[in-house]
Nanobody
Framework: QVQLVESGGGLVQPGESLRLSCAAS????????VDWFRQAQGRQREFVAR???????GYGDSVKGRFTTSRDNAENTIYLEMSSLKDEDTGVYYC?????????WGQGTQVTVSS
């Protein structure tokens, strides 16, 4: 099993940048896939980004070219670098891992983009 703790959310203006962190309670080299999702108020949870232990990354269409996800294996942390933020990026951001067939979610961190 694994515990995931997100941090780094906050209030920013459109066009600004923010970096989210997802700290894992175990060695992340043993977690092949870690995803980022977000959920805006009144909307379904949306896929944002994926990182694999082999270094492959993938992104949702709405964030391609603006967001970058990466891993720091020494810190057991997964990052989501967000740039050129827009109002529609507002929401609660969650990291997710699938370990031994079970889904694990963090508690989420709020990102608000507003002028």
């Amino acid at each position: 099993q694994v515990q995931l703790v997100e941090s780094g959310g906050g209030l920013v203006q459109p066009g600004e940048s923010l970096r989210l962190s997802c700290a894992a309670s175990r060695n992340i080299t043993s977690i092949y896939v870690v995803d980022w999702f977000r959920q805006a108020q009144g909307r379904q949870r949306e896929f944002v980004a994926r990182t694999t232990a082999s270094g492959v990354a993938g992104y949702g269409d709405s964030v391609k070219g603006r967001f970058t996800t990466s891993r720091d294996n020494a810190e057991n942390t997964i990052y989501l670098e967000m740039s050129s933020l827009k109002d529609e990026d507002t929401g609660v951001y969650y990291c997710h891992a699938l370990v031994s067939g079970r889904d694990y979610w963090g508690q989420g961190t709020q990102v608000t983009v507003s002028s």
